[in-house]
């Protein structure tokens, strides 16, 4: 199955009765904000997935802006949404992809394995003049799906500050300016974790933010001596970029990587750790 479903294909699935649930990952500068854009217009069907509340903990300077979340509370949200086991999950955004792959991701760990992105996101359905609903949504049906954490490689800061000089490769999906270290608005320092390399996320897209191909997105990662996904570390600057870029890597066949989830927010929270400049 591939990792991306198209607006055509979606619309197709939704509007001939095909069960699945769809979810809204949906954010904005402001308390309430996310809940505000999607009730403003959602995709038919859509529920309302709330990054900050659903798909993180508590932050903190020894885990990141953005830590995985506890398993007890994403139990609550799989209530919310009527998760069920074995059953079929859409995630969107409003185009850019960045928070419709933390979903994914997140929920992969959880033990979602049936789950796709929306590509191009809210952006690429509008695109085609396909129906937006408004209002509060439908409500969810009875669920029985159970987080069963753990089913995503996840890697810690020790096994981010070793992986380089034992021979990994730590691949850093920030944009090139915040890693080269010009320019950080986010986090306590500039810069990026020694012996990293740069994938930025958006290299991974097309100009309206839809996927590359496999064989070019596979390209993107050869150049920085990615291969395959095997003894590969991601981050970014709080797991967010890097779970998008984790999903492009498995829908070109670059399994098995690991996510730094803290990433940079949690690295550079602490004065002693190393960071380094430049390209």
């Not at 070793?162 to 890693?179: A, P, Y």
């Not at 974790?193 to 958006?202: K, S």
């Amino acid at each position: 199955m591939s990792i991306f479903v198209s607006a055509s294909d979606l619309v197709h699935d939704i509007y001939h009765g095909h069960k699945q649930t769809v979810l809204a990952s949906l954010w904005g500068p402001g308390e309430g904000e996310g809940l505000k854009i999607y009730q403003k217009g959602h995709l038919p069907t859509a529920l309302f997935c709330d990054p900050a509340a659903a798909l993180a903990g508590v932050p903190g300077s020894d885990v990141g802006r953005n830590p995985l979340p506890e398993s007890h509370h994403l139990q609550s949200w799989f209530r919310k949404w009527g998760l069920t086991e074995g059953g079929r999950v859409v995630v969107y955004d409003e185009g850019r992809g960045i928070l419709a792959g933390r979903a994914w991701w997140i929920l992969r760990w959880a033990g979602v394995d049936n789950i796709q992105i929306l590509d191009g996101g809210l952006r690429a359905w509008e695109k085609l003049d396909l129906p937006v609903v408004g209002g509060p949504g439908n409500f969810a049906a009875s669920s029985d799906a159970t987080v069963v954490e753990g089913q995503m490689p996840v890697a810690t800061i020790e096994d981010a500050m070793n992986h380089s000089r034992n021979g990994g490769i730590l691949v850093d999906t920030r944009e090139r300016n915040r890693f080269a270290g010009r320019r950080e608005i986010l986090d306590l320092k500039a810069g990026h974790i020694p012996g990293a390399v740069n994938v930025p996320v958006r290299e991974l897209q097309n100009e309206d933010h839809s996927m590359r191909s496999p064989e070019e997105i596979r390209a993107v990662f050869a150049e920085v001596g990615v291969t395959e996904g095997t003894d590969v570390i991601v981050y970014s600057g709080s797991g967010n970029h890097s779970a998008f870029a984790l999903a492009a890597m498995e829908e070109a066949g670059l399994t098995g990587a690991a996510h730094f989830l803290g990433g940079w927010s949690q690295w550079s929270a602490n004065p002693r750790n190393p960071v380094e400049h430049g390209d």
